[in-house]
C-alpha cells in the first residue's frame, strides 16, 4: 500500500514515515511545514508541501501518488494556545480534517488512521483510563480531537472507509538524534531548555490531588507509537471497514516532579524546579489502559521512562552542545 502521512515532517510524523517504510510500506509526505522540518523526510520519500485546507492539491496527490491510506497526524496541539486561539484551532483541525475526508472518500481511498489525543477525556476520575471512559475535554485542543473522531467514524460508517482513532497519551524520546522533538511545549524538552539555561525546572501547579501535587501522566516513547500505526494501518487494510478507537500508552503514570527528577539523574544535572501557577486545561491524572490495543492488534509498548528521556537528551545536545555534563 501507499500511504499518505500528513504532517510527516514533524517530530511524531517523521517517526511514523521511518516505521512504515521499514515496514515495507510506501509513504507519501504531506506537510505545511509550519512545524516540520523538511530535512526529516528520507530522500526516497516524496514530500507535498501543502495544507490541509486545499483539497484541490489533496486530491492531486492522492491521485498522481495512487495513495491507498492515509495516516493523519497534521493538526495544532498545543493546549495552552488553544485556549487563546480557539476559532484558529478549529479551523486547523476540525476543518482541515473535513477537507481531507472529503477528498478521500471523493477519490475512494480505503483506509484512514487518525491521530487523536488523551485530551479527549479532559479529567477521568479514574486510575486508568478506557476508550469506554467518557470524554469531556478540558480544551479547545482537546474538543477538536473529539470531533475529529466523530467525523472520521461518521465517514466512514457513510461510505465504507476503514477508519481507526489512536488516542495518544504523552509522547517522549526519539528513534535518533536526528529526529528529535526540537519544540519545547512538551515536558522533557521544557525541561531540557530550562537545564541548558542553568534555570530551575518549571512545575505549572504542585496542588493537584495526586500523590506529590503535580500532574500525572502516562509517557509513550514515540517509536513504540510509531509502530502502533503500522499496526493499525494493517488491521485497517486486513479486515475492511474496520472501525477502532484505540488508547497509545503504557499503562504508568508518572508525575510531574517524578520525571523531572529522573531527567536530572539521566542528563547529570542537580536542579530542583521552581513551582508555576496551573496552566489552563491541564487535568490532575490521565494514564491509560492499553488493553485493547492489545488484544485488537498484539501491540505493547516495549521502552521505559528512562529509554524516553535518554534518547531525547541525545537529540537534545546534538542540537545544543553546550547542555552535554561531562
Not at 511524531?12 to 517504510?21: D, L, Y
Not at 484551532?89 to 475526508?101: F, K, Q, W
Not at 472518500?105 to 479529567?123: E, N
Not at 492489545?294 to 528512562?306: F, N, Q, S, Y
Request: charged content about 20%; glycine content about 8%.
Amino acid at each position: 500500500m501507499t500511504w499518505l502521512i500528513t504532517g510527516g515532517a514533524g517530530y511524531i510524523g517523521a517517526h511514523v514515515v521511518r516505521a512504515m517504510t521499514e515496514a515495507g510500506e510506501r509513504a507519501v509526505v504531506y506537510d505545511d511545514l509550519s512545524t516540520g522540518i523538511a530535512e526529516r523526510v528520507p530522500s526516497n520519500v516524496p514530500l507535498v508541501v501543502g495544507s490541509t485546507l486545499d483539497g484541490e492539491l489533496l486530491r492531486r496527490t492522492l491521485t498522481e501518488h495512487s495513495v491507498t491510506g492515509v495516516v493523519h497526524l497534521a493538526a495544532k496541539k498545543q493546549v495552552g494556545e488553544s485556549v487563546e486561539l480557539p476559532l484558529h484551532y478549529y479551523r486547523e483541525n476540525v476543518e482541515g480534517l473535513r477537507v481531507l475526508l472529503e477528498a478521500v472518500t471523493d477519490i475512494g481511498v480505503p483506509s484512514f488512521v487518525f491521530s487523536s489525543s488523551a485530551a479527549v477525556y479532559g479529567m477521568p476520575d479514574v486510575d486508568l483510563v478506557t476508550e469506554e471512559t467518557p470524554c469531556a475535554p478540558m480544551s479547545p485542543y482537546g474538543e477538536t480531537k473529539l470531533v475529529g473522531e466523530w467525523l472520521v467514524r461518521a465517514a466512514g460508517r457513510a461510505t465504507g472507509l476503514s477508519t481507526a482513532s489512536l488516542r495518544y497519551f504523552n509522547v517522549a524520546g526519539a528513534a535518533a538524534p536526528e529526529l528529535a522533538d526540537v519544540g519545547v511545549f512538551n515536558l522533557i524538552p521544557m525541561v531540557f531548555e530550562k537545564l541548558t539555561e542553568n534555570a530551575p525546572p518549571r512545575i505549572f501547579g504542585d496542588d493537584y490531588p495526586t500523590p506529590d501535587g503535580t500532574c500525572v501522566r502516562d509517557f509513550i516513547h514515540v517509536v513504540d507509537l510509531a509502530e502502533a500505526h503500522v499496526a493499525a494501518a494493517r488491521a485497517l487494510k486486513a479486515s475492511p471497514g474496520t472501525d477502532l478507537t484505540l488508547n497509545i500508552g503504557r499503562g504508568e503514570g508518572v508525575s510531574v516532579r517524578e520525571m523531572i527528577d529522573r531527567i536530572n539523574a539521566t542528563t547529570g544535572y542537580n536542579t530542583p524546579p521552581t513551582v508555576t501557577p496551573r496552566r489552563p486545561g491541564d487535568p490532575a491524572r490521565v494514564v491509560a489502559s492499553a488493553d485493547r490495543i492489545a488484544k485488537e492488534l498484539g501491540w505493547t509498548a516495549k521502552h521505559d521512562v528512562e529509554d524516553m528521556i535518554a534518547s531525547a537528551w541525545e537529540g537534545w545536545v546534538r542540537l545544543h552542545p553546550e547542555a552535554a555534563r561531562s
